[in-house]
């Protein structure tokens, strides 16, 4: 399986970005898939995810409100829109799955498929 993350780039504050992590190799239907990110002399952390009914998500307390996880299963694609954008939410975004699990987990090590990352710039 493979997870191709894309729609990173240099965004004002204020503004809004869309990530979206197309996966191959696999038919999603019974994996949670997640978002996490990690700033430069950071930990990774954990953003959101969703089971991939579409029926649960969960937000890291800095997203809720302002991130929204979504999935599209015809595009076998997951999504994360992010408003209201803030110089410290510029990170390098990975999109994961815990493949064959549809248990929502915040923890990186519970997920068992990662993409390459992609680069959020938030300016102030």
């Known amino acids: 399986v493979q997870l191709q993350a894309s729609g990173g780039g240099l965004v004002q504050a204020g503004g809004s970005l869309r990530l979206s992590c197309a996966v191959s190799g696999r038919t999603v239907s019974s994996d949670c898939m997640g978002w996490f990110r990690q700033a430069p002399g950071k930990e990774r952390e954990f953003v959101a995810s969703?089971?991939?009914?579409?029926?649960?998500?969960r937000y890291s307390d800095s997203a809720k409100g302002r991130f929204t996880i979504s999935k599209d299963g015809a595009k076998n694609t997951v999504y994360l829109q992010m408003n209201s954008l803030k110089p410290e939410d510029t990170a390098v975004y990975y999109c994961?799955?815990?493949?064959?699990?549809?248990?929502?987990?915040?923890?990186?090590?519970?997920?068992?498929?990662w993409g390459q990352g992609t680069l959020v710039t938030v300016s102030s």
């Open positions: 969703i089971n991939w009914s579409g029926a649960y998500t």
């Open positions: 994961a799955a815990r493949l064959g699990n549809p248990i929502l987990s915040t923890t990186a090590g519970d997920y068992n498929a």
